[in-house]
């Protein structure tokens, strides 16, 4: 994609650190398209006749990352389609704008999206203990459905966090990409902040 035509957003922080509920809240104020990469995988993982059902679900439940190729692919068909979808309306200023949650969360993957797909312009990193993460994950299990929202799963999820998505965070940090938001506090006061490093940052 056009980097002068689609605005690219990467929203990253541990797992539970509040990426999936804030960018529902920034969807609202500034018509971004929201993709979470956990979400694609899990509707890749149940749509019928998918070969890499078994291998999303594995993945998911021990807390590893998805072989790139598979998670890539799923984010470029998925703005594809949206941008099919939106022209002529919704992004009145002539460029789309995506949220993308929960990615890339491994170096190699970040450097094929920003080498094939679309470089992006901006990285929202939310961060808070892992006390607290796992505090709110356990939460949410009661009624999620999700398979990795369970003690075991999250430990391996955090691990995975640190070896594997840190580094990345440092990468685009080191190109001075990074807005860093503490989201311990209350989601409207994270919020807040969320916003308005956006509204900065789109001005
Ligand atoms: N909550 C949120 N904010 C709060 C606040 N400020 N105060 C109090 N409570 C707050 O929030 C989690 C819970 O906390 C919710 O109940 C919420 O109400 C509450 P949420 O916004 O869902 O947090 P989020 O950061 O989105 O947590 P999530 O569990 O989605 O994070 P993960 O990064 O672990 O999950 P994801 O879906 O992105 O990935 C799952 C798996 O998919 C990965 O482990 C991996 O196996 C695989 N994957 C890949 O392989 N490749 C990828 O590129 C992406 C994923
Ligand atoms: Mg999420």
């Known amino acids: 994609f056009d980097s002068e035509k689609v605005t690219v957003i990467y929203v990253l922080g541990g797992p539970g650190a509040g990426k999936g509920t804030q960018c529902s809240k ?16 899990r509707e890749e993982q149940n ?3 998918s070969q890499y059902g078994e291998l999303i ?14 998670t890539v692919k799923l ?11 939106r022209t002529g309306d919704g992004w009145s200023n002539g460029r789309g704008r995506f949220l993308i ?4 969360r491994k170096m190699d993957q970040a ?3 920003d080498e094939e797909v679309c470089l992006a312009s901006m990285v929202i990193f939310f961060t808070t203990t892992e006390e607290v993460m796992l505090h709110r994950l356990l939460e949410r299990g009661k009624t999620s459905g999700r398979e990795d929202d369970n003690v075991e799963s999250i430990r391996k999820r955090f ?7 840190m580094p990345v965070i440092r990468h685009y940090s080191s190109h001075g990409k ?18 308005a490093a956006v509204s900065k940052f789109l001005r």
Do not use: W
């Not at 679900?57 to 598979?70: D, L, N, S």
């Not at 949650?101 to 890339?104: L, M, S």
């Open 26 to 41: 920034l969807v609202g104020a500034y018509s971004f398209c929201h993709l979470s990469a956990g979400d694609l995988l």
């Open 47 to 49: 749509r019928e006749g």
């Open 57 to 70: 679900r594995t993945c998911i439940r021990e807390g590893t990352i998805v072989p790139m190729e598979v």
């Open 75 to 85: 984010l470029e068909n998925a703005m594809s389609a949206e941008i099919e979808a």
């Open 101 to 104: 949650d929960g990615f890339p």
């Open 111 to 113: 450097l094929k999206f």
């Open 159 to 165: 691990r995975t966090y640190e070896e594997q998505t």
């Open 178 to 195: 990074v807005v860093e938001i503490d989201s311990t506090a209350s989601v409207e006061q994270v919020y807040r902040e969320a916003s």
